[in-house]
């Protein structure tokens, strides 16, 4: 992969598709950074009021329809940021537009039918296509890959274990949010709720690293999960097993825990471990911590994060000299994140929070 950013050459042309929350706290600051590769020229939002005010903040167009995006030659890139259940068929529409490459964030579909018409259609067009799992580019997860040697196969036991605050508090470190819609209170003790907390958990939270949990544990297909359950106010405790590895997720969003975002690999000889910054921090990369032998090596931090990663390795596959992720993995990753949600009907939420 490559990870320069290119200066020499004009800036590609990006055009975004849903401007609340994550495209003002995670990508503008991300693209600000990235000024002279990638330049912001088009916000798309279906309230017209956050789109002008979104699109005034980097000097683009704005417009409330997606075909008016589309149709804007000076577009190249377009990113998907609207809520998920527009992605697939706005990626679709991307590629039938023939832009230059899609960045759509996670999930990019909510079924194995919407995905498989996904990678039908970026593989009829040849517009590649990057989801933004953002740990995936982050530099620390990037060197570790580079570095830990046999380490996948001897992998026994992976935990993801995530400890945030709700999201507003951090997008309101980044920046003022415009057109914020404030989360309905809802029941959160019924079956339904519950079944749809760990859904929303899974597709919504864990799926960031599930591409990671992926890379050590490749027989996704014997999922087998051994526990699900939910913790208030939002959270969830989910045991599995792929193939021959244990697999542990777990999550809090709670306002009583330091954040912390943590991804482990253990095997017989050597683990990998990898503290990452939480979401919407503009703080550089994790920190890889490699133990072998009675020796660490630590990789990181590095000066950019994974979002910051992702819009780098864009512009590179926008422009022909980074290399998409093949259908099959995103196909995959996708197929294992819906195999885990999908896979036991969760025990009663807990009143306490994870430790
Ligand atoms: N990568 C990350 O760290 C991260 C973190 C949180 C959320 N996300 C993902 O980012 C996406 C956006 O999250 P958010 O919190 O900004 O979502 P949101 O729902 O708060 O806001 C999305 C914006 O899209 C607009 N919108 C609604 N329907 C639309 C449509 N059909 N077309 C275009 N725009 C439309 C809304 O008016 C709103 O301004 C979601 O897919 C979410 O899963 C990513």
């Given at each position: 992969?490559?990870?320069?950013?290119?200066?020499?050459?004009?800036p590609?042309?990006?055009?975004?598709?849903?401007?609340?929350?994550?495209?003002?706290?995670?990508?503008?600051?991300?693209?600000?950074?990235?000024?002279?590769?990638?330049?912001?020229?088009?916000?798309?939002?279906?309230?017209?009021?956050?789109?002008?005010s979104?699109?005034?903040?980097?000097?683009?167009?704005?417009?409330?329809?997606v075909?008016?995006?589309?149709?804007?030659?000076?577009?190249?890139?377009?990113?998907?940021?609207?809520?998920?259940?527009?992605h697939?068929?706005?990626?679709?529409?991307?590629?039938?537009?023939?832009?230059?490459?899609?960045?759509?964030?996670?999930?990019?579909?909510?079924?194995?039918?919407?995905?498989?018409?996904?990678?039908?259609?970026?593989?009829?067009?040849?517009?590649?296509?990057?989801?933004?799992?953002?740990?995936?580019?982050?530099?620390?997860?990037?060197?570790?890959?580079?570095?830990?040697?046999?380490?996948?196969?001897?992998?026994?036991?992976v935990?993801?274990?995530?400890?945030?605050?709700?999201?507003?508090?951090?997008?309101?470190?980044?920046?003022e949010?415009?057109?914020?819609?404030?989360?309905p209170?809802?029941?959160?003790?019924?079956?339904?709720?519950?079944?749809?907390?760990?859904?929303?958990?899974?597709?919504?939270?864990?799926?960031?690293?599930?591409?990671?949990?992926r890379?050590?544990?490749?027989?996704?297909?014997?999922?087998?999960?051994?526990?699900?359950?939910?913790?208030?106010?939002?959270?969830?405790?989910?045991?599995?097993?792929?193939g021959?590895?244990t697999?542990?997720?777990?999550?809090?969003?709670?306002?009583?825990?330091?954040?912390?975002?943590?991804?482990?690999?253990?095997?017989?000889?050597?683990?990998?471990?990898?503290?990452?910054?939480p979401?919407?921090?503009?703080?550089?990369?994790?920190?890889a911590?490699?133990?072998?032998?009675?020796?660490?090596?630590?990789?990181?931090?590095?000066?950019?994060?994974?979002?910051?990663?992702?819009?780098?390795?864009?512009?590179?596959?926008?422009?022909?000299?980074?290399?998409?992720p093949?259908?099959?993995?995103?196909?995959?990753?996708?197929?294992?994140?819906?195999?885990?949600?999908?896979?036991?009907?969760?025990?009663?939420?807990?009143?306490e929070?994870l430790?």
């Amino acid at each position: 992969m490559s990870s320069q950013p290119q200066t020499a050459l004009p800036p590609l042309g990006v055009g975004i598709l849903g401007a609340g929350p994550v495209t003002q706290a995670i990508h503008l600051p991300s693209l600000a950074r990235l000024r002279g590769t990638l330049e912001v020229r088009h916000v798309m939002d279906v309230d017209p009021q956050v789109a002008e005010s979104v699109a005034a903040r980097v000097g683009a167009r704005f417009s409330t329809t997606v075909e008016d995006l589309l149709a804007d030659p000076a577009v190249d890139i377009v990113a998907v940021c609207s809520p998920h259940q527009f992605h697939a068929a706005q990626v679709i529409a991307a590629c039938r537009a023939g832009k230059k490459a899609v960045l759509c964030e996670k999930p990019f579909a909510m079924n194995g039918e919407e995905a498989a018409a996904i990678s039908a259609v970026s593989a009829e067009t040849g517009v590649p296509i990057v989801v933004g799992a953002m740990h995936t580019f982050d530099p620390a997860w990037l060197a570790a890959e580079a570095a830990w040697g046999d380490l996948p196969g001897q992998v026994h036991t992976v935990r993801s274990s995530i400890v945030l605050p709700p999201n507003p508090r951090f997008e309101d470190f980044a920046t003022e949010i415009v057109g914020r819609v404030p989360l309905p209170s809802r029941d959160s003790t019924g079956p339904e709720a519950i079944g749809a907390m760990l859904t929303g958990g899974v597709m919504g939270l864990a799926i960031h690293d599930l591409p990671l949990v992926r890379r050590f544990a490749p027989d996704f297909a014997s999922v087998e999960v051994l526990h699900a359950d939910t913790v208030r106010p939002f959270g969830y405790l989910i045991s599995l097993r792929a193939g021959s590895v244990t697999i542990e997720l777990r999550a809090a969003m709670n306002s009583t825990w330091e954040p912390a975002w943590t991804f482990e690999a253990i095997g017989n000889d050597a683990s990998l471990c990898l503290d990452f910054t939480p979401s919407y921090v503009h703080a550089g990369s994790a920190t890889a911590r490699i133990r072998r032998a009675g020796t660490t090596t630590v990789l990181g931090p590095f000066g950019h994060n994974g979002y910051e990663g992702e819009w780098r390795e864009i512009a590179a596959i926008a422009r022909g000299t980074g290399s998409a992720p093949s259908a099959d993995t995103l196909l995959h990753d996708l197929e294992f994140a819906l195999a885990i949600a999908g896979g036991e009907a969760p025990a009663p939420a807990r009143e306490e929070s994870l430790a």
